[in-house]
């Protein structure tokens, strides 16, 4: 068994993600789903690195990621090449090698379906990833790596694993010993298994290739995100969901530090995260740690210096432009290679995705641009909350962007085929294979004097 066709169990509803909650509004979408569910299971074909120009070049960035493909103790290094159209962008790209054998090892190492997956996109395993590792497995000896795709293997598992379904999806070789993995007390830390081949031909590139700042890989689809938003020099900006502020650092860099940036995320630790990263790419950011569903100041009653304070809350009518990038149930990651999630859980978003959205619709200043999107492919996360603003909020429009790379969205809302291809989904069907992504670009129409 290489890949599976869906990365959920049996039971599980799939049309749920196709169709909206609304009984009058559940139209099954024409797209074919099993199409999809098979592609969310694969690995991309691409890797991207977006480059800091706060801090170096994309000729440095491309000389330092050459020279450590060639140290890769791999078979398989990929193809790196700009992107003219993104200069803050390179391209690693490689070929899925799905129907070549691989030569299987009788060691064998088994990792968990998230451990899998960030190995099939060029990881190596580091020690807390490891479920199982025969005993008798040294320092250097070559091993296969496979998933238990059933949540069946127990930490320090020591045989052959035949409790549940495996699939194998990497060789490697052995860095720690058993002894130093598993057993009471021990918090085993660094590479424990160096991965040589993958069955995605993704190259393992690991995730310290560059000097601390220089760049990061970064999924294509979240790129684009930033150059929709468009970010312009001098302007104020807010990044409502931003941890670990992978957009918010690109808006800085295409902001080349002017204007006014201010990002805010919920959760404490994320937050803490934000602010090193912002640091480390030199980013000039005033970070907050706050619920964006509540960082709106109703008050009429202010002066013009409160509103040049910009902390949260903040007044009507603060800010440029503003990016949405919503908390999601975060189907389009891939590869997928098992989701236990439950339907409650991927229902659950749209009610906040509506709050927050609620709130910058009313810090956007008329004239504004508002960034909508999510990293999920549910038809009730993206086409639903654009169909919903539409209908909610008369002063918004959907706007053309100067950059549409991702494909139209899915019928089956209200949304018209004018709509739908203003918003950009990306999905199988992409020339360049990435992640599921979807991105709605609102502009908050001018007042109308009367
Ligand atoms: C999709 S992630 C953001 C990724 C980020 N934009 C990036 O590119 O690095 C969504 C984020 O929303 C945050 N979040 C969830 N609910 C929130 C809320 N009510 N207010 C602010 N942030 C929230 C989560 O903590 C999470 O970090």
Redesign the pocket.
């Known amino acids: 068994m290489p890949y599976p066709n869906s990365p959920f169990p049996e039971d599980f509803d799939e049309g749920i993600l196709f169709h909206l909650k609304n009984d009058d509004e559940m139209t099954l979408i024409q797209n074919d789903m099993k199409k999809v569910l098979k592609w969310i299971c694969l690995a991309p074909n691409l890797t991207t690195i977006r480059i800091n120009t706060l801090k170096t070049s994309r000729d440095a960035v491309y000389k330092k990621v050459e020279a450590h493909l060639k140290t890769i103790n791999s078979k398989y290094s990929g193809i790196l090449q700009y992107l003219e159209s993104f200069p803050q962008v390179i391209l690693l790209l490689h070929q899925d090698i799905e129907g070549k054998i691989f030569e299987k090892y009788e060691k064998e190492i088994i990792v968990d379906a998230d451990c899998g997956a960030a190995v099939l996109r060029g990881a190596h395993i580091y020690a807390p990833g490891i479920l199982g590792m025969m005993i008798g497995s040294c320092v250097n000896d070559n091993v296969s790596i496979y998933v238990d795709l059933d949540k069946k293997c127990k930490k320090g598992f020591s045989k052959v694993f035949t409790d549940g379904t495996k699939i194998f999806i990497a060789n490697g070789i052995i860095k720690m010993a058993r002894h130093d993995l598993f057993g009471k007390e021990k918090l085993p830390k660094g590479i424990a298994v160096e991965i040589t081949e993958t069955l995605s031909g993704c190259p393992p590139i690991g995730d310290n290739f560059l000097p601390a700042g220089w760049g990061l890989l970064q999924n294509f689809p979240?790129i684009v995100c930033v150059n929709v938003l468009n970010p312009q020099k001098h302007e104020i900006i807010l990044?409502?969901?931003?941890?670990?502020?992978?957009?918010?650092t690109y808006i800085a860099a295409l902001m080349e530090n002017t204007g006014s940036i201010i990002a805010?995320?919920?959760?404490p630790n994320?937050v803490q995260q934000l602010i090193k990263t912002c640091e480390e790419f030199g980013a000039n950011v005033k970070v907050y740690q706050?619920?964006?569903?509540k960082i709106l100041n109703n008050s009429q009653n202010h002066s013009v210096q409160d509103r040049l304070d910009m902390a949260p809350p903040f007044f009507e009518k603060s800010f440029d432009r503003i990016l949405l990038?919503?908390?999601?149930s975060a189907l389009g990651r891939r590869p997928q290679l098992s989701n236990r999630t439950s339907v409650k859980v991927i229902r659950s978003y749209v009610p906040?995705q509506r709050r927050?959205f609620e709130t910058a619709v009313s810090l956007l200043k008329p004239g504004g641009t508002l960034v909508y999107s999510t990293?999920t492919i549910t038809l009730a996360e993206n086409e639903g909350i654009v169909a919903w603003a539409l209908r909610t909020f008369n002063c918004l429009k959907l706007a053309k962007s100067h950059i549409n790379i991702g494909g139209p969205g899915w019928k089956g809302t209200s949304l018209n085929e004018e709509e739908r291809l203003l918003l950009q989904r990306f999905g199988p069907n992409q020339e360049l294979d990435s992640v599921g992504f979807f991105i709605a670009c609102f502009v908050k129409q001018l007042e109308q004097l009367n």
Do not use: Q, R, V, W
């Open positions: 979240s990044d409502m969901c931003a941890a670990p502020g992978n957009k918010t805010i995320d919920k959760t994320k706050a619920d964006s569903t990038d919503a908390p999601c906040l927050l990293c």
